[in-house]
Structures are given as structure tokens and as C-alpha cells.
């Protein structure tokens, strides 16, 4: 959903990149770089990025719905930290359409999945 959605939200942006940092049992990177939710943004020529650093607990303890809140949250971080990223370098940001657009995206994706029984 997310490597498929466009808008026209500022000229000075061409691509918004979120990188997730996720512990595992080869890496941890939350401990290894002091990283630990949505980072602030960082303004790249024509895009800008917000690193997520993700600990093991996050995704090894919650049940699928709890992970997938927490990670909708710290999206949504980095989105305000965009927006207050390009604002203050006064670059034009369409923010409510941004934000809007995300919370449907959102919704979209906290949505209860249904499972579909084939043998009715």
C-alpha cells in the first residue's frame, strides 16, 4: 500500500523514503546506532528520508495488531516531522492533504483483515 501511493504534496520533494531499522537476531539496530521510533526527517535534495529504528520487542511480543499501531504511529511521526522539517526550510508543503491522504491510508491498513472460508 505504501510503495504504491503518490501525491503532489511539494515541489521541493520528489520522493518521501522511510527506512525501517528493525532488530533481529543478526542486527540490532536500535541499540547499535541509538535509534529508536521515527527519527527526525532529514532533507536530502529532492527528498527526504525519516529512519524508524524498530526494537525486537515491538514486533517479537505484540500480537499483529498491536504491531501494526505502533508502526502506524511512528509513520504518522515521521510525516509531522516532515512537515516540520520543510517548513521550517520555508519550502511549500500541502500538509493537510498529506495528512489527510495518510490517515486513510491508515485506516486502510488497521483495518481488521477478514479470512475468506473456502470449504462453506
Known amino acids: 500500500m505504501f510503495n504504491e501511493w503518490t501525491g503532489d504534496y511539494s515541489s521541493a520533494v520528489r520522493e518521501f523514503a522511510f527506512i525501517l531499522r528493525i532488530d533481529g537476531e543478526f542486527h540490532s539496530y536500535t541499540e547499535?546506532?541509538?535509534?529508536?521510533?521515527a527519527q527526525k526527517a532529514k532533507r536530502k535534495r529532492d527528498w527526504i528520508e525519516v529512519?524508524?529504528?524498530?526494537?525486537?520487542?515491538?514486533w517479537r511480543l505484540a500480537h499483529s495488531d498491536g504491531y501494526r499501531k505502533r508502526l502506524a504511529g511512528e509513520v504518522e511521526k515521521g510525516f509531522i516531522s516532515v512537515i516540520e522539517?520543510?517548513?521550517?526550510?520555508?519550502?511549500?508543503i500541502k500538509a493537510e492533504a498529506l495528512l489527510n491522504d495518510w490517515k486513510r491510508l491508515k485506516n486502510d491498513f488497521l483495518a481488521?483483515?477478514?479470512?475468506?472460508?473456502?470449504f462453506v
Open 32 to 37: 547499535m546506532w541509538s535509534i529508536c521510533g
Open 51 to 58: 529512519e524508524i529504528g524498530i526494537p525486537e520487542r515491538w
Open 85 to 92: 522539517v520543510l517548513r521550517k526550510s520555508r519550502r511549500d
Open 112 to 118: 481488521p483483515k477478514r479470512c475468506v472460508n473456502s
